[in-house]
């Protein structure tokens, strides 16, 4: 009896999370399906230009760059595990993880979406994730690999990590692994090799620790004239939801160079996007502009003659712009305008915009 009592209650709590709020893959397909995508931004609740929520806590999470500008806050919120594989108190960028759990909760009870990325450390050097010193590191984490055993025992913080938020996550590892920057990189690890550190870690979490409630997404990084090459570091239709790109628009040392620099980007953006598109649709997949942004936003209109151009009319599901960081830790590293900044209101008139979706009542839900 008690055990049918326990199943009851386990069915109501999954129906009526389900009727508030949809499946996450559902919300996200309905988002592209009415034609607009979500807007997306890293940390948004843990630090921002010039506050640290990790120093000044508040467990409300009211705190927002983004809401501070627009009175809404975003639909998606990024969030990075790097750091958790060490079982450090805080990630890389100095969020306590703890809190961050928090946070996490606190956005999706408002009726918000989380993604995590994991700029892992690189488990055979010692080193962080942009040690690239050793092309073995993938082979060595890989079944009979010389770092098999502590790789897995990183995925077991991940894993622990995730279950313990008790929410559905986009979960996004291995990004940006066209280019050779990460040790999972192109130029680090043959495509099988990818693709196989990409099925060990999903069969891990989803097989070994059950955690089934995770949308897959995978992020190449924008390279114009080898992008569609990248297929073949691609795990397979069972291990991905999500085809997702990162891309950034490019900084330029004079005024004069901001018109090239942004058509340059937005060319790249289309073809990207375009490549992705067609994949997408032959392998029955969501897209999603993963990362991008203008550091600084030394081009104040960048929102609407910018990134809309370079984005409005692909199905994509959402956009995620990078970090504020906060200016004490990482100066001139932000991505969403201060409240009086120059590119303020031309942020407001993006958020404004029919295709974009922020967490408000009227726009979300
Ligand atoms: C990079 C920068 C770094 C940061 C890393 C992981 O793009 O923002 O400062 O440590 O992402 O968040």
């Not at 370079?310 to 956009?319: K, L």
Request: charged share 20%; proline share 5%.
């Amino acid at each position: 009896m008690k055990k049918l009592f326990f199943a009851l209650t386990v069915l109501c709590t999954v129906l009526a999370g389900c009727t508030a709020q949809g499946s996450l893959e559902q919300r996200l397909a309905d988002a592209v399906a009415s034609g607009k995508y979500m807007f997306g931004h890293q940390d948004d609740l843990m630090y921002g230009h010039s506050w640290n929520g990790n120093t000044e806590v508040d467990h409300n999470f009211t705190k927002s760059d983004v809401f501070e500008t627009l009175g809404e806050y975003p639909a998606i919120l990024g969030l990075d595990l790097g750091g958790i594989e060490l079982g450090s108190p805080c990630n890389l960028d100095g969020n306590d993880f703890a809190l961050m759990r928090e946070a996490a909760q606190k956005h999706y009870k408002r009726g918000g979406i989380v993604t995590l990325s994991w700029h892992a450390r690189n488990p055979l050097t010692g080193g962080d994730a942009w040690d690239v010193s050793s092309d073995e590191v993938v082979e060595s984490i890989l079944p009979g690999g010389e770092v098999n055993e502590k790789f897995t025992q990183w995925l077991d913080a991940v894993a622990n990590y995730i279950a313990s938020l008790e929410i559905p996550v986009i979960f996004r590892p291995w990004h940006e692994h066209t280019g050779s920057w990460f040790w999972w990189g192109t130029g680090l690890c043959t495509p099988d090799q990818y693709n196989e550190l990409w099925a060990m870690t999903y069969d891990y979490l989803t097989e070994e620790k059950g955690l089934t409630d995770i949308v897959w997404a995978i992020s190449p990084g924008a390279s114009f004239s080898e992008f569609e090459a990248w297929e073949d570091r691609y795990p397979g239709d069972s291990y991905v939801d999500i085809i997702g790109l990162d891309c950034y628009s490019p900084n330029v040392p004079a005024d004069s160079l901001w018109v090239p620099a942004n058509e340059a980007f937005i060319t790249e953006m289309h073809y990207c996007l375009g490549a992705i598109e067609r994949m997408g649709r032959e392998h029955g997949k969501m897209i999603a502009v993963t990362e991008t942004g203008l550091e600084t936003l030394g081009y104040p209109n960048w929102w609407t003659e910018v990134l809309q151009p370079a984005i409005d009319g692909f199905p994509i599901a959402y956009v995620l712009v990078w970090r504020n960081a906060n200016e004490a830790d990482k100066p001139n590293h932000y991505y969403v305008p201060v409240s009086d900044g120059p590119a303020a209101d031309d942020f407001r008139k993006f958020a404004e915009s029919e295709q974009t979706m922020f967490l408000s009542r009227n726009k979300l839900n």
